[in-house]
């Protein structure tokens, strides 16, 4: 069975950093793109970037490139998404999934949990 | 960015009904459209791919159409398991981009 465990949830303050990991398992890790998506409250999907852990090709979102690090670790099966600087606009449900090799890998047919962010004085 | 426009934003339908669902790009994106289904506090679910690829295990009264820049989700008699929000995702480029969410309530 495909699956992507997350890391906890987190109550940062303001001008920290933070790094998520998502772990897969059930498939060969590093032949499928991770994708990372932002949800703020009460808002939509928002399509952060990309990464193919086979060769850490990475493609950021031009929203997001600049603002955040996608990285990987093919040998233990994980990808991170690294947030520096925090405000409270970081404030948000990040999501990772599984990419299907269909066209950009940006096609997620699996997703982790969900890592609940919050930034707050 | 291509910029991906659902309508309704809301829609309020019975136990039954014929549910449509519009996406609009900005610019062709061929068949590089999935649609997904997310409920409260879940992670989102892939529904349709290519436009109008039913996913595996997804039930049949869920299907897409549409190529280019117009496409359409349809569930064809709407179960109670089917009240959540869809968006609409285009794939088309690396600079993906999502349609703001049609969230669908009970009548």
């Known amino acids: 069975e495909v699956q992507l465990v997350q890391s906890g949830p987190e109550l940062k303050k303001p001008g920290e950093s933070l790094k998520i990991s998502c772990k897969g398992s059930?498939?060969?890790?590093?032949?499928?793109?991770i994708g990372w998506v932002r949800q703020m409250p009460g808002k939509g999907l928002e399509w952060m970037g990309i990464?193919?852990?086979?060769?850490?090709?990475?493609r950021y979102s031009p929203s997001f490139e600049g603002q955040v690090t996608i990285s990987a670790d093919k040998a233990i099966s994980t990808a991170y998404l690294q947030l520096s600087s925090l405000k409270a606009s970081d404030t948000a449900m990040y999501f990772c999934?599984?990419?299907?090799?269909?066209?950009?890998?940006?096609?997620?047919?699996?997703w982790g949990q969900g890592t609940l962010v919050i930034v707050s004085s | 960015d291509i910029q991906m426009t659902q309508s309704p934003s809301t829609l309020s339908a019975s136990i039954g009904d014929r549910v449509t669902i519009t996406c609009r790009a900005s610019?062709?994106?061929?068949?590089?459209l999935a649609w997904y289904q997310q409920k409260p506090g879940k992670a989102p679910k892939l529904l349709i791919y290519?436009?109008?690829t039913l996913q595996s295990g997804v039930p049949s009264r869920f299907s897409g159409s549409g190529s280019g820049t117009e496409f359409t989700l349809t569930i064809s008699s709407l179960q109670p398991d089917d009240f959540a929000t869809y968006y609409c995702?285009?794939?088309?480029?690396?600079?993906?981009?999502f349609g703001q969410g049609t969230k669908v309530e009970i009548k």
């Open positions: 990464i193919y852990p086979g060769d850490s090709d990475t």
């Open positions: 290519r436009a109008s």
């Open positions: 995702q285009q794939y088309n480029s690396y600079s993906v981009t």
């Open positions: 059930g498939y060969r890790f590093a032949t499928y793109w």
């Open positions: 610019q062709s994106i061929s068949s590089w």
């Open positions: 999934g599984r990419g299907l090799p269909d066209n950009t890998g940006a096609l997620i047919d699996n």
